[in-house]
C-alpha cells in the first residue's frame, strides 16, 4: 500500500508539475476556484433573503457602498441575486455534464468496445441526433416538458450525450486493441470488467479534458435558454435569467447586465483555460 501511496503522489506531482507550467491554465484555475468558493460560501457572503426582498424606494439604484452591483427593477439587491445564481449557473454546468459522461461512457464504450451490429445501432442513433443542433434540441426538450430547473437539466444533458458518444467511443477503439486488454480477454474477464476495470480508466485523459470544457458550454447553454425565457424562471437568481430581466434596462441601467455577463464570461473562460492545461498536462506526448 505504501508503495502505490507514493507512486500516486509521485504522479500527482508530476502532473501538477506540468499543469502549472501553462501559466493561463493556473490563471483559470485560480479564476474557477474563486467562482466556486463563492457559490459553494454564498448563504455567509450575503443572506439568501436579500436575493428575493424587494425594496421599492431601493429601485434601479446604481452601484454603491450599500448595494455593490445596484439594485433590479424591483429594489432586489443585485450583489446578493449574482452571487446565488452562481450556485444555480455551476450546479447546471457540472450536473449535466456529468450525466452526459456518465451516459455517453456506457454507450461510447460499448459502441467501440464490441463493434459489429451495437456499433452501428448506437452510431445510427447518435447520427439522428446530431442533425439537430444542441441548442435547438434543448429547446425542443424544454418545450415539451416545461420550464424548470430539472427540465433544463434534462434538455442541455441530452443534447451534451452525441458529442461525448462519439468521443469516448473512438478513444476506446484505439485503447480496445492494446495488449493489456488482450490478456485481460485471454484470462476470462468478462466484457464490463474489461470495459470499466481497463479500458476507460486509460482513457480518462481526454474524456476528462472533454467534459471539462463542456461545463463551460454547458453554463452558457443555460444562460441562453434562461434569457429567452426557457429556462429557469423567476425569481430564481440565475445569471441568464437576470441578463433576461435587465434586457429592458440596458440603456439606463446597463450595470443589470454587465455583472452578470462578467460572471458569465469569467466561468466559462475559467473551464476552457482549465481544460487546456489539461489537455498539457495529461498528454504522454509532451512530457519532457
Known sequence: MSKKKSRRSEQLAEFWRRYRKNRTAVIGLII?????????????????????????????????????????????????????????????????????????????????????????????????????????????????????????????????????????????????????????RSYGASNARIIFRYVLPNAMGPIIVNTTMAISDMILSAAGLSFIGMGIQPPSPEWGALLSAAQTYIFSSPYMLVFPGIFIMLSSLSFNLVGDGLTDALDPKLKD
Open 32 to 184: 474557477l476556484c474563486f467562482i466556486v468558493g463563492i457559490a459553494l460560501f454564498a448563504d455567509l457572503i450575503v443572506p439568501y433573503s436579500k436575493c428575493v426582498e424587494q425594496v421599492g424606494a431601493d429601485r434601479l439604484q446604481w452601484p454603491s457602498l450599500k448595494h455593490l452591483f445596484g439594485t433590479d427593477e424591483l429594489g432586489r439587491d443585485l450583489f446578493a441575486r449574482v452571487v446565488h445564481g452562481s450556485r444555480y449557473s455551476l450546479s447546471i454546468g457540472v450536473c449535466t455534464s456529468l450525466m452526459a459522461l456518465v451516459i455517453g461512457a456506457v454507450l461510447g464504450a460499448s459502441a467501440g468496445y464490441f463493434g459489429g451490429m451495437v456499433d452501428n445501432i448506437i452510431c445510427r442513433i447518435i447520427d439522428v441526433f446530431m442533425c439537430v443542433p444542441p441548442i435547438l434540441l434543448s429547446l425542443a426538450v424544454v418545450a415539451a416538458l416545461g420550464s424548470s430547473m430539472r427540465n433544463l437539466i434534462i434538455a442541455i444533458t441530452i443534447s451534451c450525450i452525441p458529442g461525448n458518444v462519439r468521443l469516448i467511443r473512438s478513444v476506446v477503439l484505439t485503447v480496445a486493441e492494446q495488449d493489456y486488454v488482450e490478456v485481460a
